[in-house]
């Protein structure tokens, strides 16, 4: 699940870089914009939310989890914190 969640914000987060955004400010067109701006809100936060929930589960260092929820505000961030947490 933990998996799937960072794919999905990984993924909204860059419809919303770079095609929402785009569109909002080159061709006037905020609808990007308002319909993925929430969708990766909420994604994101659901995924800190599944970060901590792990770092409990499975008694992660601090450090780890402050990488992770770091990991969360990169572009592609949240895939190398499911990828190193699947092994």
Same mark, same amino acid.
């Not at 067109?29 to 936060?45: D, E, N, R, S, T």
């Given at each position: 699940? +933990? $998996?799937?969640? =960072?794919? @999905?914000? *990984?993924?909204?987060? %860059?419809? %919303?870089?770079? *095609?929402?955004?785009?569109? $909002?400010?080159?061709?006037?067109?905020? %609808?990007? *914009?308002?319909?993925?701006?929430?969708?990766?809100? @909420?994604? !994101?936060? %659901?995924?800190? !939310?599944?970060?901590?929930?792990?770092?409990?589960?499975? =008694?992660?260092?601090?450090?780890?989890? =402050?990488?992770?929820? +770091? @990991?969360?505000?990169?572009?592609?961030?949240?895939?190398?914190?499911?990828?190193?947490?699947?092994?």
């Amino acid at each position: 699940m +933990f $998996k799937l969640i =960072a794919y @999905a914000e *990984v993924a909204s987060y %860059l419809l %919303l870089l770079l *095609v929402a955004v785009p569109m $909002k400010y080159i061709f006037d067109q905020p %609808l990007g *914009v308002k319909i993925i701006g929430p969708i990766h809100g @909420a994604l !994101f936060v %659901l995924y800190c !939310f599944m970060v901590l929930r792990r770092s409990s589960d499975e =008694a992660w260092h601090w450090k780890r989890t =402050a990488w992770a929820l +770091f @990991a969360g505000i990169l572009p592609l961030g949240p895939m190398g914190v499911a990828k190193e947490t699947a092994q």
